[in-house]
């Protein structure tokens, strides 16, 4: 997950400001190993470069991964994590982190942590797939795989992920902050606010039929491994639970298109009615839109461009649905 968890950019239902992030270095992952779990200490220990947001992460040896939450929040998911993903990994057709040890407070770290093992292959956002197509079809099954998981005693959408799950109200302070940003920007006539508000009412206009499955919570590039071309596991399951999976959805518009982004929703089959699709594009939009707001603020022209790709994407899809 990025930056844009529940607070950038406005305020919606129990969300605050994006937390400031607690430092971690090699030596602190050290000290606690050595603390904590001796066994390990010995074990050689260097940062991952593309760590994500909500977790410090440490490769650890050669088979090992540690991962610190970043501030307080994020650290709601660990307890989580432990419980519930070694039942979803017996489930699920491609591996996902299991824990193998779980951390506490210590050397000055204030937050329960974890270790788990490394997962063979490198993000997509990294990693293109070699056949976009086949890669939609066997990361739908995995989400159709997901979604058949009983629901019983599952987490409901909460602080633990930044509402994920619930309802898209949640974030409507935060697309309307940022359509207000942009309205008052030259944008070469790409961006179409009145239009892209339109999007994101019929988002909310959109019921959901409130039958929970599980969900996975952050479906983005950087969270699907790619190893031979073809999707190898999925990970940084911290904002999964129970509820309306369509925020999953979001994928068919940041990394799918055309071909691949129609398999995709046919592979999921009837879970996708028209309702769902609305609100997986209204997903999708609330992020990109926030992000891009930002990233302008910011200077960030690289960021975006990116996201700019995504409410592109968003748009045209809605102008021209397959």
Same mark, same amino acid.
Not at 89 to 98: E, K, M, N, S
Not at 100 to 109: F, S, V
Not at 112 to 117: A, E, H, I, K, N
């Given at each position: 997950? =990025?930056?844009?968890? $529940?607070?950038?950019?406005?305020?919606?239902? !129990?969300? !605050?400001?994006?937390?400031?992030?607690?430092?971690?270095?090699?030596g602190?992952?050290?000290?606690?190993? &050595?603390?904590?779990?001796p066994?390990?200490?010995a074990?050689?220990?260097?940062r991952?470069?593309?760590?994500?947001?909500?977790?410090?992460?440490f490769?650890?040896?050669?088979?090992?991964?540690?991962?610190? /939450?970043?501030? &307080?929040?994020?650290?709601? &998911?660990?307890?989580?994590?432990?419980?519930?993903?070694?039942?979803l990994?017996?489930?699920?057709?491609? /591996?996902?982190?299991?824990p193998?040890?779980?951390?506490?407070?210590?050397?000055?770290?204030?937050h /329960?942590?974890?270790?788990?093992?490394w997962?063979?292959?490198?993000?997509?956002?990294r990693?293109a797939?070699? *056949?976009? =197509? @086949?890669?939609? %079809?066997?990361?739908a099954a995995?989400?159709?795989?997901?979604?058949?998981?009983d629901?019983?005693? $599952?987490?409901?959408?909460?602080?633990?992920?930044?509402? @994920?799950?619930?309802?898209?109200? =949640?974030? #409507?302070?935060?697309?309307? *902050?940022?359509l207000r940003?942009?309205?008052?920007?030259?944008?070469?006539?790409?961006?179409?606010?009145?239009?892209?508000?339109?999007?994101?009412?019929?988002?909310?206009?959109?019921?959901?039929? $409130?039958?929970?499955?599980?969900?996975?919570?952050?479906?983005?590039?950087?969270?699907?491994?790619?190893?031979?071309?073809?999707?190898?596991?999925v990970?940084?399951?911290?904002?999964?639970? %129970?509820?309306?999976?369509?925020? #999953?959805?979001?994928?068919?518009?940041t990394?799918?298109?055309?071909?691949?982004?129609?398999?995709?929703?046919?592979r999921?089959?009837?879970?996708?009615?028209? !309702?769902?699709?609305?609100?997986?594009?209204?997903?999708?939009?609330w992020?990109?839109l926030?992000?891009?707001?930002?990233?302008?603020?910011? !200077?960030?022209?690289?960021?975006?461009?990116? =996201?700019?790709?995504?409410i592109?994407?968003? %748009? #045209?899809e809605?102008?021209?649905?397959?």
């Open positions: 997950m =990025t930056g844009t968890n $529940g607070g950038a950019g406005g305020e919606g239902a !129990g969300i !605050g400001p994006v937390p400031e992030r607690f430092p971690a270095d090699e602190l992952v050290r000290r606690l190993l &050595a603390a904590q779990f066994a390990w200490a074990l050689p220990v260097r991952v470069a593309d760590e994500g947001w909500d977790n410090r992460t490769r650890l040896g050669e088979e090992l991964v540690v991962r610190l /939450p970043s501030a &307080a929040p994020y650290a709601l &998911a660990v307890a989580k994590e432990h419980r519930w993903l070694p039942v990994a017996r489930r699920l057709p491609q /591996p996902v982190p299991v193998l040890a779980g951390g506490g407070p210590g050397e000055g770290y204030p /329960p942590w974890s270790v788990y093992r997962l063979p292959g490198e993000p997509a956002s990693s797939p070699a *056949d976009p =197509t @086949r890669f939609a %079809v066997d990361l995995f989400l159709a795989a997901l979604r058949e998981v629901p019983a005693g $599952g987490p409901a959408p909460g602080r633990h992920n930044w509402f @994920r799950g619930g309802p898209l109200t =949640t974030y #409507d302070g935060q697309v309307r *902050d940022a940003a942009l309205e008052g920007r030259p944008t070469g006539g790409w961006l179409d606010v009145g239009e892209a508000e339109r999007i994101w009412r019929a988002a909310l206009d959109a019921a959901w039929d $409130g039958r929970p499955a599980w969900f996975h919570g952050d479906v983005a590039p950087g969270n699907l491994l790619v190893e031979g071309g073809a999707l190898a596991g990970i940084d399951f911290g904002t999964c639970g %129970v509820g309306d999976p369509a925020c #999953d959805l979001a994928i068919a518009w990394l799918f298109s055309g071909d691949s982004r129609a398999a995709f929703r046919a999921l089959g009837g879970a996708v009615a028209e !309702g769902a699709w609305a609100r997986g594009r209204g997903w999708a939009l992020k990109a926030v992000d891009h707001a930002s990233a302008l603020a910011g !200077g960030d022209e690289r960021a975006a461009a990116g =996201t700019r790709g995504v592109e994407a968003v %748009v #045209d809605h102008r021209h649905p397959a």
